[in-house]
């Protein structure tokens, strides 16, 4: 199970992941990811359906389409909801 970083971390800048999870399509919010977002690791490519960390208080799912095979989306999220792609890895 993933790991998050301790402390004040809301307003930290992170370049570089130090854990990585594989997760899969579900409603349930990915485990650590309670104060920050993560960012993904697409293997098998498709559109990937999540909740930003922005939207906690309720705003729509987001879907990106059309991303690659091995392809990182620089983006935080809280819950991958659905999609076509697969492989998809988590990373703290």
């Not at 570089?16 to 993560?38: F, K, M, N, P, Y």
């Not at 098998?44 to 059309?66: H, P």
Request: hydrophobic residues 45%; glycine residues 16%.
């Amino acid at each position: 199970m993933g790991k998050s970083v301790q402390g004040n971390f809301a307003a930290q800048v992170r370049i570089l992941g130090h854990d990585a999870v594989a997760i899969s399509h579900s409603a349930t919010q990915i485990a650590g990811t309670e104060d920050r977002g993560v960012c993904l690791f697409v293997g098998t490519g498709g559109s990937v359906q999540v909740k930003m960390e922005g939207t906690m208080g309720g705003a729509a799912n987001v879907t990106f389409e059309n991303v690659p095979d091995g392809h990182f989306l620089p983006i935080l999220v809280t819950h991958l909801i659905g999609g076509s792609a697969s492989n998809v890895l988590a990373i703290y």
